[in-house]
């Protein structure tokens, strides 16, 4: 008999090819639980969240997204810290996800956050914002474990592969906590 896997949707708040972010959701995806899928959306061609925009109708790629939000029994964002906050490509995604009234792909969406910086307090300012917007948006952010990967660039080799044990164990718990989090609200 096969059981379905939990879908999850994952997208990283960053467009660089390097990024460490993306790296880290590409991770995940390698370390998911057998009961888990992980696929990943890329916010590069989301455009500029404009209200004169969308009342002519959503664009395809925004549609696309909020589709795949909505298809997805869970989200993990990563995020990196930009002037102690999240990026704005993060926020304007967020932003097109927010809307549709009761029929929004955020509402009540479980949601699990991580989040990486070459710095030393690894996301935490970005991460708490993060959990501001996602409250705004009515979504079920999962409380912990918290995964906060400080001095990422030490964790990563020049393939962009995780070489750090420990960042890959916070990862997989994470993980392991989402599939938990994701039957609370069955
Ligand atoms: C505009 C800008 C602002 C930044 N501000 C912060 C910051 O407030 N805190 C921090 O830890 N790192 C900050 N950084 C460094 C980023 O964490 C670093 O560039 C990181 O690698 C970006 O994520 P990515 O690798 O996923 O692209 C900033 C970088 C940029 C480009």
Redesign the pocket.
Same mark, same amino acid.
Request: no cysteine; aromatic share 12%.
């Given at each position: 008999m096969s059981t379905q896997k939990m879908k999850v949707l994952g997208f *990283?708040g !960053?467009l660089?090819k390097e !990024?460490? !972010?993306?790296s880290l959701l590409r991770e995940a995806i390698k370390l998911s639980p057998n009961e888990m899928e992980i696929t990943e959306f890329d916010l590069n061609d989301i455009p500029m969240f404009n209200e004169d925009v969308e009342k002519q109708g959503d664009p395809t790629i925004v549609n696309e997204f909020k589709d795949a939000i909505r298809n997805s029994d869970a989200l993990l964002i990563v995020t990196?810290?930009?002037? !102690?906050g999240i990026p704005g490509v993060l926020k304007n995604a967020l932003d097109w996800a927010s809307r549709g009234g009761k029929d929004a792909p955020l509402l009540k969406k479980p949601v699990a956050i991580m989040g990486s $910086?070459?710095?030393r *307090?690894g $996301?935490a300012q970005a991460q708490s914002q993060l959990r501001q917007t996602l409250s705004s948006t009515r979504s079920f952010v999962m409380v912990e474990p918290q995964v906060l990967i400080s001095e990422v660039h030490k964790k990563f080799d020049k393939e962009s592969q995780m070489t750090d044990e420990k960042t890959g164990q916070y990862v997989s718990r994470l993980l392991e906590s989402l599939v938990k989090w994701v039957t609370c609200f069955k």
């Open positions: *990283a !960053s660089r !990024s460490y !972010s993306r990196p810290e930009y002037n !102690s $910086t070459p710095g *307090a $996301t």
